[in-house]
């Protein structure tokens, strides 16, 4: 019986997305996907790159943002 490695294959099938922030509000900020048709969504600024700012260009890669 062949065994699949879930994890291992969900992670391989991961794409990097390119998010903007478009908006910083107090501890969170606003992203909007640029790389897919998604809603903008909030986010603590706790999880982000200290150095963004409106405009800024994120980076989602193995589950943390970095600047793009």
């Known amino acids: 019986m062949k065994y699949r ?15 903007e922030v478009s908006r910083i509000d107090g501890d969170y900020a606003w992203l ?4 897919a048709n998604e ?5 603590a600024r706790a999880l982000l790159p200290q150095e963004i ?5 994120l980076k989602l890669e193995n589950f ?3 600047m793009a």
Request: contains cysteine.
């Open 5 to 19: 490695n879930v994890i291992t294959e969900g992670v391989e099938k991961m794409e990097t997305k390119v998010y």
């Open 32 to 35: 909007t996907c640029l790389s």
């Open 39 to 43: 809603e903008p969504y909030f986010i």
């Open 53 to 57: 700012d409106e405009g800024s260009k």
């Open 64 to 66: 943390q943002f970095v």
